[in-house]
């Protein structure tokens, strides 16, 4: 049985559906991320569980424990927004501490759990400081700090990082991982980066119209999606006809594919575009089954020019047949 589990999950506005039949078990100390399009319900899922809005149908319990009974701020839930929402009249420590005295927690005790939540985020030499002071990076590990010194059995993570610069969010991202890790924490993010997704999670639930399309490794999902939807929002994905099944398709990842010289490999094309990515060359081929991509290792100079005809050449093994035309 899992840890955290989300039973036939539904919420709906009026009429709307946002989430449907939603179903989720995690494990202790297990980190999953909901990875999907804006609007398919994850923020909504979050705050079902976080308490702030209601299930319309379904159970959410942890340890076996109805989560839904017990109001919000008893939930011994630790949760991080996008936006760090800090007390900007409040110090660094002082914004720490805020959860800790709610739960009327000793002040001898207070301290030394601000000491090592600020050691863990490594923050320390700027407890006095205030928000504004603070780097967005700083002030997001300030939230992810007030969030943990709590203990709580769970950590909610709603696209905490999206308001940080890419390197910043790369740097987080590892750091996230490793005091997760530490701290063994049962973590749920909410994103739609896909690499903060892969980077982080021990699984990805791959969501669509308020429900779950896909569930496992971020490996395995790469590896093998189901659909047409996964394949091409996790990852980039050349979609072929299948022969054998017309109506569905095939998915074909670009750094399966190889450039060749015209009039080898599987198709022929014409390159159109030839972009260097520092690790990798993109090139994007036009062949009779629309525009394809192909990724090379970048082992030194682009070997096509814009214009030239080349051919794309591929395992047969790399093929992945996809589940319908969604
Ligand atoms: N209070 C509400 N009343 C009516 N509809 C709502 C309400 N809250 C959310 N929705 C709708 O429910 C759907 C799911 O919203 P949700 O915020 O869960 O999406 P999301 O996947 O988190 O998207 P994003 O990545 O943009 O935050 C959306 O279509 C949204 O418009």
Redesign the pocket.
Known sequence: MGFLQLTSLSKR??T?T??EDFNLDIEKGEFVSLL??????????LQMIAGFLEPTAGRITVEGEDLVAIPSAKRNIGIVFQSYALFPHLTVAQNIAFGLEMRGITAMERSQRIARAIDIVHLKGFEARFPKQLSGGQQQRVALARAIVIEPRILLLD?PMSNLDAKLREDMQLELRQIQQELGITTLL?T?DQHEAMALSDRIAV?QG?RIVQIGAPYEIYENPSSRFVSTFLGKSNLLPDPAQMARQISLRPEKTRLVPAGQGKLQGRVTACIFFGAHWLYQVDTDHGLLLAYEQNLGAARARNGETVGIDWDEAHLRHLEGQE
Request: aromatic share 10%.
């Open positions: 506005f009026g709307f946002a989430v999907g399009p804006s609007g398919c319900g994850k923020t909504t899922t696209e909410v739609h969501m308020g």
